[in-house]
């Protein structure tokens, strides 16, 4: 028997959280997805061994992770609060915004500035997301980076 992997080997958004999203939005969710299924370390509390697959969503304005093993049996949720989140998440969109503007006529040294920003914004909402996570599902630096990307993607609204 192959030896189990603490990790997600399967993701997915809840489509009920979801709207339309921009070609930028679409391309970050994607590569998330993308990176995050390529290498991860995802370890819920009475670890299982893995893989795990996941259901990311919002619901009734509480993140929850939907957690599953690889035949799709439930083997548990967790549920944050989405209010820690709502400052890092604003910020986070306000300076993609500018950022993906700067892009388009700004000049390389300001669209750098904006690319640390954002970055040091994205590392914000990663160690929130650590943070919120501990004692309920062990999850490294990268991660988190990916799944933080992730609940932005379910934070758009119409």
């Not at 997915?12 to 370390?41: C, K, M, T, W, Y």
């Not at 083997?75 to 890092?88: C, E, M």
């Amino acid at each position: 028997m192959a030896p189990r992997h603490p990790r997600i080997a399967k993701l997915e958004l809840d489509e009920r959280s979801l709207v339309r999203r921009g070609p930028d939005v679409e391309h970050e969710r994607q590569v998330a997805i993308f990176d995050l299924l390529e290498q991860n370390h995802f370890a819920p509390v009475g670890d299982h061994g893995g893989p795990y697959s996941l259901v990311l969503g919002i619901v009734e304005n509480r993140l929850t992770f939907d957690v599953r093993d690889e035949d799709d049996t439930r083997l548990g949720q967790v549920i944050l609060a989405l209010s820690p989140f709502r400052k890092v998440v604003k910020d986070y969109f306000e300076i993609c915004d500018s950022y993906f503007q700067a892009i388009k006529k700004s000049t390389p040294a300001q669209i750098e500035t904006l690319d640390m920003a954002r970055r040091g914004i994205h590392n914000e909402g990663s160690t929130l997301l650590l943070e919120r996570l501990k004692g309920k599902i062990d999850i490294d630096h990268d991660t988190a980076r990916r799944l933080f990307t992730l609940i932005c993607v379910l934070h758009i609204r119409a």
